[in-house]
């Protein structure tokens, strides 16, 4: 059974982890699908803009195209002009006015969003004579080509659009083609929380599910888990209340069987004898009913007749009539509260003796009993040197047929309802237990009930 469970679980969880990742992998395709349609929307609506600069400012693509062929031109009359030619080009004098012209037409499209961009420099190369390239200038992308804009980085930047520009000149000084290549990167701040937002519906719902599936999951496994506490517990139950009855019930049988013998009816001395064994088994059997009945009763449904009572002289005589049944038991008392309470003078007796045999079970050799008040709470105080309770099995020692074991063994005998009937019969009085154990260090048991 126990295997069974084992491999249930393990299975569901391999199931819950193998969604978890099928969510991740639908919200990570989605995010990055929404990135790309960002992008497209931001190129669609950009390129409207930028198709050419001198949809900008046709004067500012003059001047442009003048630098262009004067450094073209003074290049083919001087060879070791190629040198200045890059740096001329990153730091033509209109760059700064075609950055603001170019930031206000941004501005205005996307008057929600915060854009960054940069216009950088990729090829320069002169055709000589309309045949020969000559490539003075050619690189990838960098942010260091800049010639407009004030993007700061590439790296979080995607390419709008390529700006490819020829120039000819025919003349008898010169007859060339030059053609460049700009390329605009932009960047939109805060680009992730806008697409986050976008999704914020999807979201909701993938962590949605994932949380339902987990509490559902560790709801299902902690159910799991009580069934099969309660199942094993159960079957012990059952296990020892059989071997509860089978002593009583053997020993009717065999005395039935005995008072049938002629002998025996003659004889009036062991004719009684038997009686009386036929009595006290009967007297045993309706024990065992009455405890599995009575204390098979939750703290509401138990009835209380509650009467005023000495607390001290109270539990004085119920300790001497304990030392009666227990004399080789030493027995302590610190009383160091006198007070009256008004309480269910029968269960509440039952209660305490319980405590008091269930330290006697399981090795005490000392008891001691104190009482205290504190803020109108009367506590009784039940401290043995036993052989304690390990710190697992203390959560579940008020549990319904609940016993501690030894190992995979029961060492001791009881129905488990001891401590459960305790535990009901002290919250009937509206009051609480405490527990204080460590194996080998004996147990100590604090019942406090309202003064």
């Given at each position: 059974m126990k295997q069974k469970i084992n491999i249930l679980i393990s299975l569901s969880a391999i199931v819950l982890i193998a969604l978890c990742f099928m969510?991740?992998?639908?919200?990570?395709?989605?995010?990055?699908?929404?990135?790309?349609?960002?992008?497209?929307?931001?190129k669609e609506r950009l390129s409207n803009i930028?198709?050419?600069?001198?949809?900008?400012?046709?004067t500012i693509f003059h001047k442009k195209d003048f630098l262009y062929k004067e450094l073209a031109e003074n290049y083919l009359i001087d060879r070791n002009y190629r040198s200045q030619i890059k740096k001329q080009l990153l730091e033509n004098h209109f760059r700064k006015q075609l950055t603001q012209k170019l930031q206000k037409e941004f501005d205005k499209e996307f008057p929600d969003h915060s854009i960054?961009?940069?216009?950088?420099?990729?090829?320069f190369v002169i055709y000589n004579n309309a045949k020969q390239a000559d490539?003075?200038?050619a690189e990838k992308p960098f942010i260091e080509n800049k010639m407009y804009g004030n993007l700061a980085s590439l790296d979080d930047a995607f390419l709008i659009r390529n700006y490819v520009g020829t120039t000819s000149s025919n003349t008898e000084k010169s007859n060339y083609k030059l053609l460049t290549e700009d390329a605009l990167y932009v960047s939109v701040k805060n680009w992730e929380i806008i697409i986050?937002?976008?999704?914020?519906?999807?979201l909701f719902f993938a962590f949605a599910s994932i949380i339902t599936l987990i509490t559902i999951f560790?709801?299902?496994?902690?159910?799991?888990?009580?069934q099969k506490k309660i199942s094993d517990v159960k079957t012990d139950f059952i296990n020892n209340i059989t071997h509860e009855l089978k002593t009583p019930l053997t020993t009717l049988s065999v005395s039935t069987k005995i008072l049938e013998r002629k002998e025996v009816k003659e004889n009036e001395i062991i004719y009684n004898q038997l009686l009386s064994t036929i009595n006290?088994?009967?007297d045993r059997l309706q024990s065992l009913i009455d405890q599995v009945m009575s204390n098979s009763l939750g703290f509401e449904e138990i009835e209380l007749q509650k009467e005023k009572i000495k607390a001290n002289l109270f539990l004085t005589t119920l300790i001497d009539d304990f030392k009666l049944a227990y004399p080789n038991i030493e027995i302590k008392t610190d009383f160091k509260a006198e007070t009256q309470l008004t309480l269910d003078k029968f269960h509440l007796t039952t209660a305490i003796i319980n405590v008091l045999e269930n330290a006697v079970k399981y090795g005490c050799t000392t008891i001691v009993v104190s009482t205290n008040l504190v803020n109108n709470q009367f506590s009784v105080s039940i401290e043995d040197d036993g052989i304690g309770i390990a710190k697992n099995k203390q959560s579940l020692l008020f549990d319904k047929f609940y016993r501690v074991e030894q190992g995979n063994l029961h060492t001791t005998k009881g129905l488990g309802l001891g401590l459960y009937?305790?535990?009901?019969?002290?919250?009937a009085h509206k009051g609480s237990i405490n527990l204080i154990s460590d194996l080998g260090k004996g147990t100590r048991f604090i019942l406090s009930i309202p003064s």
């Open positions: 969510q991740y992998y639908l919200v990570t395709t989605t995010y990055n699908y929404k990135v790309a349609q960002f992008r497209t929307e931001v930028t198709n050419d600069y001198s949809d900008i400012d046709s960054d961009f940069a216009i950088v420099l990729n090829k490539t003075l200038f986050l937002k976008r999704m914020a519906l999807l560790i709801i299902t496994l902690k159910a799991l888990i009580k006290r088994q009967n009937y305790v535990d009901q019969i002290i919250k």
